[in-house]
């Protein structure tokens, strides 16, 4: 089970790039990163999954260097609607990964007038 | 609104009471989860169900916890003789085994509980 390390919280301001980087130093071969959103009041919400290089979609980009062992959530041009929770897993499908898909903490992010 | 429902939203119940929680997922989905989260962490994986099968139960599940699928469709979790540690909020998800990645789970508004 690869563990994943993330900064507790970050401050941004509206309009900017905003980078969250998660540490997975022992993924696995088969792991995919995945990273979820979550609104006060709500439940997580999917927003990448990514296996190497470069992801993109219509709300952010994941960036994940040839090694696998971290991985960047980018949000473009931030808004306040943006300020959420961010989770960072890393995991294999195939597995009964149930006990396996594990939240940590998460990233605080908060967008700033 | 991504298509999970839960009933209710909020649960206000006396410790020592049951109390039953409900999860209609997303209808093609034939995974569907249910996870606990406390203030200020992330979701606690319970147990999941893929159709009507319970496949898999955290290590960390009381026995006074129980969740059943009937038909493979709605989902219910039920916890007997509530304790002031099970408020929490209760979040279900579902995905799909399907032409879509297992990880890419859709979560309800959750059902907050709070047990007095």
């Known amino acids: 089970l690869a563990k994943t390390t993330q900064p507790i919280s970050m401050d941004s301001y509206e309009g900017q790039e905003v980078n969250i980087t998660c540490s997975h130093n022992?993924?696995?071969?088969?792991?995919?990163i995945t990273w979820y959103q979550q609104f006060p009041s709500q439940g997580p919400r999917f927003i990448i999954q990514g296996y190497k290089t470069k992801v993109t979609n219509e709300v952010a980009s994941l960036f994940i260097p040839a090694d696998r062992k971290s991985s960047t959530l980018s949000l473009p041009r931030v808004s306040l609607s943006d300020t959420a929770v961010y989770y960072c897993l890393v995991g294999d499908e195939r597995d009964n990964y149930g006990q396996n898909f594990v939240f940590g903490p998460g990233t605080r992010l908060s967008v700033l007038p | 609104d991504t298509g999970v429902s839960q009933d209710p939203r909020h649960k206000i119940t006396k410790r020592g009471q049951n109390v039953t929680f409900r999860c209609d997922p997303i209808?093609?989905?034939?995974?569907l989860y249910w996870y606990r989260q406390t203030l200020g962490q992330g979701p606690e994986f319970l147990t999941y169900f893929q159709n009507e099968a319970q496949l898999e139960k955290s290590r960390l599940l009381s026995d006074r916890f129980s969740a059943e699928r009937p038909k493979g469709s709605f989902s219910t979790l039920e916890i007997q003789r509530t304790e002031q540690g099970d408020s929490a909020m209760y979040l279900c998800?579902?995905?799909?085994?399907?032409?879509?990645?297992?990880?890419?789970?859709?979560f309800g508004p959750g059902t907050r509980l709070t047990v007095t």
């Open positions: 998800a579902s995905s799909s085994t399907w032409g879509g990645t297992a990880y890419e789970q859709y």
């Open positions: 209808s093609e989905h034939n995974r």
């Open positions: 022992n993924i696995a071969t088969n792991d995919y």
